[in-house]
């Protein structure tokens, strides 16, 4: 059987759809390609009232510098503003926050996953209306009480923020991996006479990891991601990466180093395109597990 | 599983979320009924060489130990909710009787904050949920009947407006829609106005926010969408087109309704997602012309030198009722299904 009824097309519509999907491919990666091409010129080129052209050929740049890409937007955001500082402050809270809210999300989708009663399913949706709540709101409630006991702009509270802001999707997609992992195999470990801690330590983490890297995914991009938490709970030197490309805003446009924005905007890019490289499996079947088992 | 052992499983990651969750819920309400105090003043005589003359100043030191003494500030009420930041009860029935037509009692009620921020969020939230969906869909059908080679690629750019952090994708668009960015200094050209900036009129700038959210999100809805149609049963759609359906006919009466829960799904997402949009705010510099309820909040906490945390406390909770509307529908979807499948 070569060609079913439902897969014969049309020529008109091959060419069609393919040329709609080459538009959307222009669409969805054409501004960062842009950006991350412009990142290497002088601001009169990457900005050009002239001529748009300039951006790609780099006139100015070359005028200015003698070559056509120019590191001064990198050199001036890593070395001269410390950007470095920032990058390591998000490292230490997205290896933190990853690493806490998976061990907490794993115990707790785990006992959701196999509790049969009925508490697990409001459980559940008690998650989902705390998975919705805006963080900007739950931060204007924590910081008077953070001045008040003094933990306010410390690295520390930040994570641990994020873990609890992270818990009710970690527990939704972990429930729903755990589900997938039959009652069996742990069963009959309890059987042979395993308490149930015992039964989750020795059969289920094993069989486990597929799931938690993907939700290990989903919580390093929320917490690499964030921008309320880290700009309104950290002081100023403890700054993670995004709030301080905020900050720069205000800053340059005073300067009048506008690259240096555009520098640090890229490199925040850079370990979110190896993560897709990387873990472009996992993501999309992370997006659809959710989905699909409703 | 017993009682007891869900108990101890559950209970880390519960604890962490009614401390940081539930709690601050409440907190942020407490808040929201009490104002900063006022500046202590004290007369102060001041002897310049000529005459003495009384001055107000402010008592540092007082205010400090006022301060001290009730770090919440004085207990105001319900007023904080009525003012002009926020309900605005006042302004807005001046506003009414003033006002002939709906036009400018509208116009009027987007000079008040609270509005402002209101009627962006929801049309924002109203028109980006729909349009994703709608082109999420789109862009699956699509690349469904690409040749396979392309298939791996798309898949790969359409996750990067996606994961990539909202604040740097949206000054990566602005940095191109900005009066000298590569779009803006086009427009300009095309319309020969060197003048014309997306930034300075109030309906581009909301555009400009929302065509930025939709080319954000659409691939969230494309990749859950094209998982979808994997699955949509080929021996249905095989049925379909041999009784006569056309292709368009087969999309809208076999895959459409098979798509249905993920449609929910998004939708659902979406809602909670684009409910709660600041940064875009922030990097398309647009406060002046859009703003949104997280964004009147971040302002409150962080735009002048001393935190308004009672403002910020009205601001949150009425934002909070929002979202508690948004997800009674589906709330009470799911208790209906719920106990269908018990039942």
Not at chain 2, 157 to 178: H, K, N, R, Y
Not at chain 2, 293 to 306: A, F, K, V
């Amino acid at each position: 059987m070569s060609t079913s009824v439902a897969d014969r097309r049309s020529k008109g519509l091959i060419w069609f759809t393919t040329s709609f999907v080459v538009l959307w491919i222009f669409i969805a990666a054409g501004p960062f390609i842009w950006t991350l091409w412009g990142s290497f010129k002088v601001q009169p080129d990457f900005f050009s009232k002239t001529d748009w052209t300039n951006a790609i050929y780099g006139v100015l740049t070359k005028a200015e510098t003698g070559s056509a890409f120019t590191s001064a937007g990198y050199q001036g955001a890593w070395v001269e503003q410390e950007f470095w500082r920032n990058s390591i402050n998000t490292a230490i809270v997205v290896f933190f926050t990853v690493v806490i809210s998976l061990t907490l999300g794993t115990l707790g989708g785990y006992a959701l996953a196999r509790s049969g009663y009925r508490y697990a399913f409001w459980l559940l949706m008690l998650a989902l209306v705390f998975r919705a709540m805006p963080h900007m709101t739950l931060v204007s409630g924590y910081l008077l009480p953070f001045f008040e006991w003094n933990i306010w702009g410390r690295l520390s509270t930040t994570i641990i923020v994020l873990v609890a802001i992270n818990q009710p999707f970690t527990l939704w997609m972990l429930h729903s991996f755990f589900l997938n992992i039959p009652k069996d195999m742990d069963e009959s470990a309890m059987v042979d006479g395993c308490t149930r801690f015992q039964a989750f330590r020795h059969v289920i983490i094993p069989v486990m990891w597929p799931g938690v890297i993907t939700t290990g995914l989903f919580s390093f991009l929320l917490a690499y991601n964030d921008f309320a938490i880290g700009a309104v709970l950290l002081s100023s030197e403890n700054q993670t990466m995004v709030p301080k490309i905020n900050s720069f805003l205000g800053t340059v446009r005073e300067t009048g180093d506008v690259m240096f924005a555009v520098a640090a905007a890229v490199s925040a890019l850079v370990p979110l395109f190896f993560l897709i490289l990387f873990f472009q499996r996992q993501i999309v079947s992370g997006l659809t597990a959710g989905a699909v088992k409703g | 599983m017993k009682h007891r052992t869900f108990f101890w499983f559950i209970l880390p990651s519960l604890a962490a979320m009614i401390l940081f969750i539930a709690l601050p819920t409440v907190s942020v309400a407490i808040q929201s009924l009490f104002v900063e105090h006022e500046q202590v003043m004290v007369e102060v005589e001041n002897c310049g060489p000529f005459k003495c003359e009384t001055v107000l100043q402010v008592d540092t030191e007082a205010t400090a130990v006022l301060q001290e003494e009730a770090p919440l500030g004085r207990f105001n009420g319900l007023r904080t909710y009525a003012n002009r930041k926020h309900l605005a009860f006042e302004q807005v029935g001046v506003a009414w009787d003033e006002t002939e037509t709906f036009g400018a009692f509208f116009s009027e009620l987007l000079n008040l904050p609270f509005y402002k921020a209101l009627i962006f969020t929801l049309t924002y939230t109203f028109v980006v949920t729909p349009l994703v969906v709608v082109f999420g869909l789109g862009v699956a059908l699509a690349v469904n009947r690409v040749p396979s080679l392309l298939k791996g690629p798309t898949i790969f750019v359409s996750l990067l407006p996606m994961i990539v952090t909202p604040l740097v994708g949206a000054l990566i668009i602005f940095w191109m829609v900005d009066a000298d960015g590569i779009i803006g200094a086009t427009l300009q050209r095309i319309f020969n106005d060197p003048n014309l900036s997306l930034k300075a009129s109030t309906p581009l700038t909301w555009i400009m926010l929302i065509v930025y959210g939709i080319w954000s999100s659409t691939p969230f809805s494309f990749i859950v969408f094209y998982a979808g149609l994997q699955t949509v049963p080929k021996e249905t759609l095989e049925a379909a087109k041999i009784d006569g359906a056309t292709r368009w006919q087969a999309v809208r009466f076999v895959v459409v309704p098979y798509m249905m829960p993920l449609v929910v799904f998004i939708t659902l997402m979406q809602l909670m997602d684009n409910f709660r949009m600041l940064e875009p705010i922030l990097a398309f510099q647009a406060s002046a012309k859009a703003t949104s309820l997280s964004y009147i909040i971040y302002n409150d906490l962080r735009g002048g030198d001393i935190p308004q945390f009672g403002s910020a406390g009205a601001s949150s909770i009425m934002t909070i009722i929002g979202v508690a509307i948004l997800l009674t529908p589906v709330l009470i979807r799911t208790w209906r299904d719920f106990n269908r499948k018990r039942a």
